[in-house]
């Protein structure tokens, strides 16, 4: 099970709002349901298979260019544990453990 984090972002769109093309990404994890996935304000977190997850990335990196963008950018973290399963919600529970 893999954990990754993806940002996706069109560069040279004449404007510095990029809710829309975030909005357009996130339609292709809608009806998405061999992963997890968490939007926050930095980018979109994913569980599951990797890849099934590089798959999803790959997706949702062409919509940017399907809605005008001539240049996009995609940066991707991958924490892909195998000695155990790891998930989202235990990454961060283990953090709250600890904060006690």
Known sequence: MAI????????????TSLSSY????????????RIK??????GTIL???????????????????ENGAERVETYIKIDDRRDKKSTMSQKLN??????K
């Open 4 to 15: 990754a984090e993806a940002t996706i972002f069109p560069v040279g769109t004449g404007s």
């Open 94 to 99: 283990s953090v709250m453990e600890k904060l």
């Open 22 to 33: 975030v909005a357009a990404c996130e339609k292709v994890l809608q009806d998405e349901t």
């Open 47 to 65: 569980e599951g298979e990797l890849d099934v997850i590089l798959e999803i990335v790959r997706k949702m990196h062409e919509v940017p260019f």
């Open 37 to 42: 996935y968490q939007l926050t304000p930095m």
